[in-house]
């Protein structure tokens, strides 16, 4: 079967860093994406790998294992308004996002 | 970035009536578009895989009479809930498919909260 694991929830304090992880099994990959999701809004795109390695784009960043079937969300510098969940997706062999419960982060100040 | 709207984004209605919910792509052309279902503190729950001019695919234990959907152009495709009763009060969320280059993204609609009475 097809499956993404990432953490339920997760704790950081304002102006640090986490990292969030995602391991996943599917059949076929065709990239892997992070969303972001407030409470009570639609997911807005953050990121997407495809081939190994680290991908930065500001106070975010992802990286991609695809032998290990793992990827991380690096988040820099946190804020309050980075507070919500993040969802990791994998694109499968059929071109459909299968999709993680989501990791919910709490920043404190 | 694309951007997907929707409209409307939030529906109260009556037992027994009908919704329909509008998604658009504004800045692209998406041949497919998905509907999303999201319950309270719960995972996004793909609901149907909607084809410009074909019919939808839609995702096991979804009943397709109940929502229907139309793919009428290559910017907008339709979900009514039909005969909409309280157990269908959710978050709704549409996304399109944009491909550029290589690289295939799904962009969400900002989503639109139904509570049926």
């Known amino acids: 079967g097809q499956n993404i694991d990432q953490p339920t929830e997760m704790t950081a304090t304002e102006g640090a860093i986490v990292q969030i992880n995602c391991t996943y099994q599917t059949s076929g990959f065709n990239g892997l994406f992070w969303y972001q999701q407030h409470a009570g809004e639609a997911p807005t795109f953050l990121s997407y790998n495809v081939l190994d390695g680290l991908e930065e784009k500001g106070r975010f960043s992802s990286f991609l294992s695809r032998s290990k079937g793992y990827s991380y969300l690096l988040l820099k510098e946190l804020q309050m308004k980075d507070s919500a969940s993040y969802l990791c997706?994998?694109?499968?062999?059929?071109?459909?996002?299968?999709w993680g419960a989501g990791t919910k982060l709490i920043i404190k100040p | 970035g694309a951007v997907v709207s929707q409209h409307p984004s939030w529906v109260i209605c009556k037992s027994g009536t009908s919704v329909k919910i509008e998604c658009r792509s504004l800045?692209?052309?998406?041949?497919?578009m998905f509907w999303y279902r999201q319950f309270p503190k719960q995972s996004l729950m793909l609901m149907a895989t909607s084809n410009e001019g074909s019919k939808a695919t839609y995702e096991q234990g979804v009943e397709k009479d109940k929502f229907l959907i139309n793919h009428a152009s290559l910017t907008l495709s339709t979900l009514t809930v039909t005969s909409a009763h309280p157990e269908d009060s959710s978050f709704y969320i549409c996304?399109?498919?944009?491909?550029?280059?290589?690289?295939?993204?799904?962009?969400f609609g900002p989503g639109t909260r139904l509570l049926v009475l």
């Open positions: 997706a994998v694109m499968d062999s059929n071109y459909q996002l299968i």
């Open positions: 996304s399109a498919r944009s491909l550029s280059g290589s690289q295939e993204t799904q962009y």
């Open positions: 800045d692209f052309q998406a041949t497919t």
